[in-house]
């Protein structure tokens, strides 16, 4: 290994090298491109940094000076660009090596600058880099290496055709290395086409995926599950965890109830700027913040050193989310836990997608209140405080306070102010009951008054429910039921609300003239729920029972139907014999050639039956034509003669232009073929015909 890279790992405390950091650093490999499969969090940055040293430097330990690059890196997104240039930024260093980045949200000028002057290695975005290699400020001809970090992402998220602009631009005695967490087969299709013999290594285990992550499914009712979120964050107390929502509103909701709950969290979105986003990853890496709240977009290439709890407060649309989700834990074999919170609705769909994930996790319920305060005390007894050495400022303050109070005393206010920092926890209710049904509160001593207005007034109490609250200053507490009949509408209020809510009212009006009286007795409105039993009716008077009517063998003739009369009596069908035999019809000759000219054909030629065009766009007969009323007014410029008897002709459309004598076709002579035929009134002439033939065809 080069000694300056070797450095730098030692620095970092980097004793042994990731299963796949020992498999691209392999000597017998040397300059050939790799395609490589390796789960989230094994240390392909640091890998691929690695694998491409050789390839940049040769022989030397330190990069020469700066000009044109010698290595492109691509990441799908802004966070795990920026990411790949930290961690290539310390492996490089004592190397001397100048890193660019190209992502997009950035100042493009400050990244046009930094180019000018001239960069080793740039990492960027497809969509940025594609920008600035079309107008000229990122040329690509000194490149050796190409990096794809995250390759089957990239292809998800549509930038196929950007990659294959900057692959197509680039040397083609360059190295390709593709990594990857699965080989698609559009990934394959890319390999293939755009690397040489390429070296596949794969450091996937076939056992399971995430070894060091514990996965947990925790059951909540529907309505706990921002409860179950923050009784989980209390529980395990983590250094650092990010929760997961599927959509922007969720995730600006759960912020804005976890800050609330007093705990240092921040929000990464789509919706925040490139500054904004920065901002708050910084705010998780230096400590100022605990908890980030995300979407997908933070599911890829987000190392957030110490990452202990991932939570999934909405479910994974698919395994691959849940994978990547969970992977921003569990990192270079540290331990973490990915919870998924699961209400009963969708317990099924969480085992289906555990099992299509081939991950097994173990389910329960959210922790307790109880569970909770017994962790902090737990966690109060084991803290570096008791085994500290103890400063004399510390002891003099000790002294002090035992002279003020009993050592109980002491104890028990030091544990009430390590509680009073924490956010206290949820109580939950158990996600299998049933809810209970609320029997309802008898309404006490009341009173009815009456409005006036009723059905008749579309009076209806879901406005007049706000009305009586805010005019008259009444709770809904105090209004009981509210029934509308056809000119006034009852309401039912509480005894001691209503001096209060008539001293409220001018000249007893609630609003609009809507005059309000006090009524001395509740009103008698039917029960639509008590109809009690059908009255009978008694017999029928206008025809006997049933049983006096006969059968109906006995029911006299009812005679002919008067409306339809006698139908006379039309005998049997007469027999039409058997149908003559038609015999050889060969007699009749051939047919008529169609295609011909109409006045080609022989006269003894059966003429064409008239089509179906023609049925339908035969125009009316002259004195059908004469007795239909005129469209038209018959005023100048209506298209009618004065008298009324026809209708002008229109010019036909065409490319004609302007009037034209009639039986002439531009470039034909008058009358002859091809000439069209005179129209009759009221028809429009259509374009010729193919053949020659410009017979007159009436248009819908």
């Known amino acids: 290994m080069i000694p300056t890279l070797q450095a730098a790992l030692d620095a970092r405390g980097y004793s042994t090298l990731t299963d796949v950091q020992q498999a691209v650093t392999q000597p017998e490999l040397g300059n050939a491109d790799l395609l490589v499969s390796a789960q989230t969090g094994s240390g392909k940055t640091v890998g691929f940094g690695l694998a491409i040293a050789p390839t940049l430097l040769e022989d030397a330990e330190i990069f020469g000076a700066a000009d044109l690059p010698q290595a492109l890196v691509i990441a799908p997104t802004r966070e795990l660009a920026m990411q790949v240039k930290r961690e290539l930024g310390w492996l490089y260093e004592n190397a001397g090596a100048r890193i660019a980045s190209c992502v997009g949200g950035m100042d493009i000028r400050d990244e046009r600058r930094a180019l000018a002057r001239g960069a080793h290695i740039v990492v960027g975005t497809p969509g940025r880099l594609r920008d600035h290699i079309e107008k000229g400020a990122l040329q690509l001809g000194d490149l050796r290496a190409v990096v794809l970090d995250e390759a089957d992402e990239m292809l998800d998220m549509g930038f196929r055709e950007d990659l294959e602009f900057m692959l197509g631009e680039a040397p083609e005695e360059r190295r390709t290395l593709l990594f990857s967490a699965t080989v698609s087969p559009m990934i394959a299709k890319l390999a293939e086409k755009y690397q040489r013999n390429a070296e596949r290594i794969s450091t996937i285990s076939k056992g399971s995926q995430h070894t060091d992550i514990q996965y947990q499914v925790v059951q909540v009712a529907q309505s706990d599950v921002e409860h179950g979120i923050i009784n989980l964050l209390r529980f395990h107390d983590a250094e650092k965890a990010i929760v997961f929502a599927n959509t922007r509103a969720a995730v600006a909701r759960l912020t804005a109830r976890l800050a609330n709950r007093g705990l240092s969290v921040v929000s990464l979105s789509g919706e925040l700027s490139q500054s904004e986003r920065t901002h708050a990853l910084q705010a998780m890496r230096d400590g100022r913040a605990r908890i980030c709240v995300a979407t997908d977009v933070a599911a890829r290439g987000i190392d957030l050193p110490k990452l202990e709890l991932v939570i999934h407060a909405d479910l994974p649309t698919n395994t691959e989310a849940l994978l990547h989700r969970s992977g921003r834990t569990g990192r270079a074999g540290q331990k973490g836990t990915s919870a998924l919170i699961v209400t009963p609705k969708i317990s099924k769909k969480a085992s289906r997608l555990l099992q299509w994930a081939k991950l097994k996790a173990e389910w329960g319920a959210a922790p307790s209140p109880e569970e909770i305060r017994a962790k902090d005390e737990e966690r109060l007894l084991a803290s570096d405080l008791w085994t500290d050495e103890i400063t004399e400022s510390q002891q003099a303050f000790a002294a002090k306070l035992l002279d003020m109070h009993s050592p109980e005393r002491i104890a028990a206010a030091f544990f009430a102010l390590a509680q009073s920092k924490l956010s206290a926890p949820e109580e939950l209710q158990d996600p299998n009951a049933r809810p209970e049904r ?263």
């Open 438 to 700: 609320k029997e309802r509160v008898p309404f006490g001593p009341s009173k009815w008054v009456a409005l006036s207005v009723g059905r008749g007034d579309r009076a209806e109490p879901r406005w007049l429910l706000p009305m009586l609250c805010r005019v008259g200053g009444l709770d809904k507490a105090q209004i009981g039921y509210i029934k509308v009949a056809q000119k006034e509408t009852y309401v039912q209020l509480a005894e001691a609300a209503v001096p209060s809510f008539m001293s409220k009212l001018t000249d007893d009006v609630l609003q609009d003239d809507i005059k309000v009286r006090i009524m001395d007795e509740a009103p008698e409105l039917p029960d639509r729920n008590a109809r009690g039993p059908r009255p009978d009716r008694g017999p029928r008077t206008d025809r006997g029972p049933r049983q006096d009517r006969g059968d109906r063998g006995d029911r006299p003739n009812r005679g002919p139907r008067p409306d339809r009369g006698d139908r006379p009596d039309r005998g049997p069908r007469p027999d039409r014999g058997d149908r003559p035999d038609r015999g050889d019809r060969s007699d009749r000759g051939p047919k008529p050639d169609r295609d011909a000219p109409r006045e080609d054909r022989s006269e003894g030629a059966v003429p064409k039956p008239s089509s179906f065009r023609a049925k339908k766009f035969d125009g009316p007969s002259d004195e059908d034509r004469g007795a239909r009323k005129p469209r038209h007014s018959g005023k100048p410029g209506s298209g009618a003669r004065p008298d009324g008897e026809a209708f002008k002709q229109r010019k036909p459309k065409g490319d004609f232009g302007g009037d034209r004598p009639k039986g002439k076709k531009p470039g034909g002579k008058p009358g002859g073929k091809g000439a069209p035929a005179a129209a009759s009134p009221g028809k429009r002439l259509g374009p010729p015909r193919k053949g020659g033939d410009a017979r007159p065809t009436r248009r819908k």
